[in-house]
């Protein structure tokens, strides 16, 4: 089994900055993409920004500079630097990674989701 873990959500005044972190854990391969999604109430999950194996890097323009994505591969783990929050931030934020799971016996390309943290933004 594969498991994308969020952490860092919380409760944070606008102006304010915040860290986000997601591990991933299980038999994995290798680990293509990563990326942070959000959801607010009501409204449809949108992308944050990804990364790539390499690094290469994408942004909504919503957070386009003021939030940073990076991942350390020796851990697994992806993270999203969030500055200059802004109420409309507010949102349960999702990590995804597209990863190759599996050993010697066989490998599967899965599409992963972890289980959200919530930020809110009060103004």
């Known amino acids: 089994q594969v498991q994308l873990v969020e952490s860092g959500g919380g409760l944070v005044q606008a102006g304010g900055s915040l860290r986000l972190s997601c591990a991933a854990s299980?038999?994995?391969?290798?680990?293509?993409?990563m990326g942070w999604y959000r959801q607010a109430p009501g409204k449809q999950r949108e992308l944050v920004a990804t990364?790539?194996?390499?690094?290469?890097?994408n942004y909504s323009d919503s957070v386009k500079g003021r939030f940073t994505i990076s991942r350390d591969n020796a851990k697994n783990t992806v993270y999203l630097q969030m500055n200059s929050l802004k109420p409309e931030d507010t949102a349960v934020y999702y990590c995804?990674?597209?990863?190759?799971?599996?050993?010697?016996?066989?490998?599967?390309?899965?599409?992963?989701w972890g289980q959200g943290t919530l930020l809110t933004v009060s103004s």
């Open positions: 995804n990674a597209l990863l190759w799971y599996g050993s010697g016996g066989g490998y599967r390309y899965l599409d992963v």
């Open positions: 299980g038999s994995i391969f290798s680990i293509n993409a």
């Open positions: 990364i790539s194996s390499g690094g290469d890097t």
